[in-house]
């Protein structure tokens, strides 16, 4: 799956969408990224996940772990197509820990996989949980590269890297223009 498909399937449902946006933490962006409108729709969750496990097969995961909760979808989806357990971690009182009797051992090779990479830090986050069990760590993945060019210290790759620029809304060159801002999610009226 070539990046400009992956692109596609996320502008055919509304998952990418490019203007003139008021992002939640207030920024403006001439784009908006929301992989939950593509993974809404299981056959592309379905096919994203097996083009991720067709990249990460070399790695030997013996397990998914994701995120909680972007990455619940693509590492079910993922975990299906490897045909390993797909387990999640997610915060309790702050801290990203494993809950539900969700377990990890010295035995498990772990393939972290998540929605969107931006920071880096989830992913991080996520492989301490997998280390702090005694697991191994073989690589992380992600549907999107939102331009980290962070090194998480374990192989890494996306299936689509989509850098999106963010203005202070006074200093926002669209807002310059004149061009009206939009909230992302609110329907045309
Ligand atoms: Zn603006």
Request: net charge positive.
């Amino acid at each position: 799956m070539t990046q400009e498909v992956v692109l596609d399937v996320f502008r055919a449902s509304g998952a990418l969408l490019e203007g003139h946006f008021r992002l939640s933490s207030g920024l403006h962006s001439s784009g908006y990224l929301q992989c939950a409108l593509v993974l809404q729709h299981p056959r592309h969750a379905e096919a994203l996940g097996a083009a991720i496990a067709s990249r990460a097969r070399a790695l030997g995961a013996t397990v998914v772990l994701s995120p909680a909760l972007g990455g619940v979808v693509i590492g079910q989806e993922t975990g299906r197509a490897l045909s390993v357990r797909a387990i999640f971690a997610e915060r309790q009182d702050g801290a990203m820990t494993l809950r539900r009797g969700f377990t990890l051992g010295p035995s498990d090779r772990v393939l972290v996989v998540e929605d969107v990479v931006t920071t880096g830090g989830s992913t991080r986050e996520t492989m301490d949980v997998a280390r702090a069990a005694g697991a191994l760590v073989v690589g992380a993945s992600s549907i999107i590269d939102r331009g980290s060019s962070t090194d998480l210290g374990v192989p890494y790759f996306a299936l689509a890297k989509v850098v999106l620029p963010a203005y202070d809304p006074a200093a926002c060159p669209l807002c310059e223009k004149g061009q009206p801002v939009t909230k992302p999610g609110s329907r045309p009226t």
